[in-house]
């Protein structure tokens, strides 16, 4: 079956614009995570998403960051007054959700420059 | 103390040896365990979920856990170069009211297989 997509793939943006990435999760998957990683360093938490709960926001660095998904599924990231220091790859996973089967499945990420 | 630890590395093994990956977490509650490979460039990818103490054996990997000690680890047998990756160990956050199965990434621990 199909697996957890994110659009653009690439995105390229100039420091002060708005950018919105996009991703599908797995069809039925109820949990849904986004992730920012920079080069060379480790997975960073932004936001969780389960089901019809209130979401995790305690990773999200700023308040230019926000996230939403829409009818528990299709989820937008949105990233205002980009500045440099957001360039990164974003990810996002997604789980079936409840302990203890939450496997998540990673989709192929969004990299962000922020020139 | 961190929620989930993982010595960083590098770890370089020879083709053919044992390589022993080491994860520890501080959430006695946790009940999902989990190990991801991630190639330089690439998404993270599942290879080995674990949810009971003892070991757990897929193809040449071996992922062993021991709750009293709040400790798991990954074996990856007879080693190959393709091995060579960042893999992440990652635990759920355990009973906690909306925040059940929200998992934890640990740093990730550099892998080289030296031929």
């Known amino acids: 079956g199909a697996g957890v997509s994110q659009s653009p793939s690439n995105k390229v943006t100039e420091k002060g614009k708005d950018v919105e990435l996009r991703c599908d999760p797995i069809?039925?998957?109820?949990?849904l995570y986004w992730y920012r990683q920079s080069l060379g360093q480790g997975l960073e938490f932004l936001i969780y998403?389960?089901?019809?709960?209130?979401?995790?926001k305690s990773g999200l660095p700023s308040d230019r960051f926000s996230a939403e998904r829409t009818g528990g599924s299709v989820s937008t990231l949105t990233i205002q007054r980009t500045q440099q220091e957001d360039s990164a790859v974003y990810l996002c996973?997604?789980?079936?959700?409840?302990?203890?089967?939450?496997?998540?499945?990673f989709g192929p990420g969004t990299r962000l420059t922020v020139l | 103390q961190k929620e989930v630890e993982q010595n960083s590395g590098p770890l370089s093994v020879p083709e053919g040896a044992i390589a022993s990956l080491n994860c520890t977490y501080s959430d006695r509650g946790s009940q999902s365990f989990f190990w991801y490979r991630q190639y330089s460039g690439k998404s993270p990818e599942l290879i080995m979920s674990i949810y009971s103490n003892g070991d757990k054996e897929d193809g040449r990997f071996t992922a062993q856990l021991n709750k009293a000690s709040q400790y798991v680890s990954l074996l990856i047998r007879d080693s190959q170069p393709s091995d060579s990756a960042t893999y992440l160990c990652a635990v759920n956050k355990g009973p906690m009211k909306t925040s059940y199965d929200k998992v934890i990434f640990g740093p990730g621990t550099s892998l080289s297989v030296i031929p």
């Open positions: 996973a997604s789980s079936q959700g409840g302990v203890p089967y939450n496997e998540q499945f």
């Open positions: 998403f389960q089901g019809n709960s209130a979401p995790d």
């Open positions: 069809s039925g998957h109820t949990a």
